[in-house]
């Protein structure tokens, strides 16, 4: 069964929700044959969360050696700086930018969805870490008492030692995030190339059915 707008169906379609919608077209994509046809859609969301993975991990070292932490509170980092926005982009692309594709939403603009999954992209992948990763190691630093650092009643302070760990790591930064930004744009490219092929395919297939049993 092919999926269709509802603008689009017929008088004896079986009508289903979004959600049913949204579980039957995933079912299709994961045991569908030749996996060359939907690669991208199975595998595109895990591709980009851990390329983001690896960008918060990179940003955890960073400040951690910057703030000489050591092993010292490593998973309490590690956690929400790695793990957090790896399985967040996966979760996020797969729903806002993979689903809505297979659903026909958008009408198949290519543009769109390139900018939602960039968004997604740089704002898990980057931004968050960037907040989270000096905020992260001061109070770590501050806890174990391995680096001399402002006390917590003097932010301006503590943000111009932020500025200044980070000054010689924006070069890196900027890699980060030209890396993140091609991937979300070549893997969400595949993933408008796979939609379109399957939908093609399912409607040729529906159409041979039609003529060969009549509706």
């Known amino acids: 069964m092919a999926l269709m707008k509802s603008s689009q169906i017929p008088e004896d379609a079986v009508v289903l929700t979004e959600h049913e919608a949204t579980e039957y077209v995933w079912s299709i994509v994961y045991n569908w044959e030749p996996v060359s046809d939907v690669w991208a859609l199975r595998s595109g969301a895990v591709c980009l969360g851990v390329i983001n993975a690896v960008s918060g991990a990179i940003m955890n070292r960073h400040y951690r050696n910057k703030l000489k ?3 010292y509170g490593y998973f309490s980092s590690v956690i929400p700086l790695t793990l957090m926005p790896g399985s967040l982009t996966a979760l996020f692309h797969r729903y806002i930018v ?3 594709l297979l659903l026909l939403k958008n009408n198949h603009c290519p543009i769109c969805y390139e900018v ?3 968004a997604v ?9 960037m907040i989270l990763a000096p905020l992260t190691s001061l ?12 006390e917590i009643t003097q932010p301006k302070a503590l943000f111009q030692l932020v500025r200044k760990m980070t000054r010689p790591f924006t070069g890196t930064l900027a890699v980060i995030s030209i890396i993140q930004v091609v991937a979300s744009s070549i893997i969400t490219y595949f993933e408008v190339k796979n939609s379109l092929i399957l939908h093609e395919k399912m409607l040729e297939i529906e159409r041979k059915a ?3 049993y009549g509706k």
């Open 69 to 71: 932490l050591g092993t």
């Open 210 to 212: 039609v003529e060969k």
């Open 116 to 118: 939602r999954s960039g």
């Open 139 to 150: 109070m770590l630093t501050n806890k174990y008492n391995t680096a001399r650092i402002p």
């Open 121 to 129: 992209q740089v704002g898990l992948g980057l931004v968050y870490p």
């Open 98 to 100: 993979s689903s809505d």
